[in-house]
């Protein structure tokens, strides 16, 4: 038995390898641009370990963002969930289900065609997110999406190295920030493996990460404190040298309230915001709108 016999024999549905993505594209005109971020992944081993370390589950609905010409679709669809997939150029949007219908006849796709920044509805209340996000928007769409769909309880994205290790990073660290708060508001983040930039067409001149994360069981507080909260890990990150008291002034009234906001929330108005952890900016916004 040969090992393409073999392999298919292995494998009964088909993914998309390196020729098929130049060709797909080539047909549909698309160049990929560094503008949008797109970056295809031609390897189908490292889009079966996305589906894998994202636990995909047969029967749930799965929402992709940016599926470009549907590697990572087609392996989602592969392991017997539906697939949600919101995608923003047209042409891409067009091809999508035709590819899926080519390679996975009868699997369920739903293409939805916006930008992933601007949906506030999704059909079939999505339980996961899976995605290789376009790098320049990974962390406003990835805070978009757990922002406004309360069902997506787990996933995985794929996002530039630098950009997924600050998503993850715990207080105290150089790259924790303000995206590493507002990602720990939802859930709890983690680093879960690097990829190749081997894997990819065009190669990026960029490292990719995979974070997965699980959200809280329950939301931390309403929509006004989540609001309240996260003007003040902007203000204590946009200044992040800054003790507490007057990185926070602009957003408390002054130095002396912003000292009387932290203290009556039990927190040293010396400390900096990369010491904080969301809990903590959480009990200073319960002390600012008391």
Known sequence: MTDSAHHSAKEPAALLGPAEIRDLAEMLGVNPTKKLGQNFVIDPNTVRRIVKVAAVQPDETVVEVGPGLGSLTLGILEAGAAVVAVEIDDRLAEQLPLTVQLMQPGAALTVIRADALKIAELPGDPTRLVANLPYNVSVPVLLHLLEHFASIHAGVVMVQAEVGER?????????????????????????????????????????????????????????????????????????????LRQSLSGVLGDSAQATAVLTAAGIDPTERGEQLTVHDFLAIARSWLA
């Open 167 to 243: 998503l993850a990073a715990t207080p105290g660290s150089k790259i924790y920030g303000s995206p590493s708060v507002k990602a720990a508001w939802y859930g709890q983040f983690r680093t879960a493996g690097k990829v190749s930039r081997q894997v990819f067409w065009p190669v990026p001149n960029v490292d990719s990460i995979l974070i997965a994360f699980e959200r809280r069981t329950e939301a931390l507080e309403s929509e006004q404190l989540r609001l309240a909260t996260f003007a003040l890990v902007d203000g204590a990150f946009q200044q992040r040298r800054k003790m």
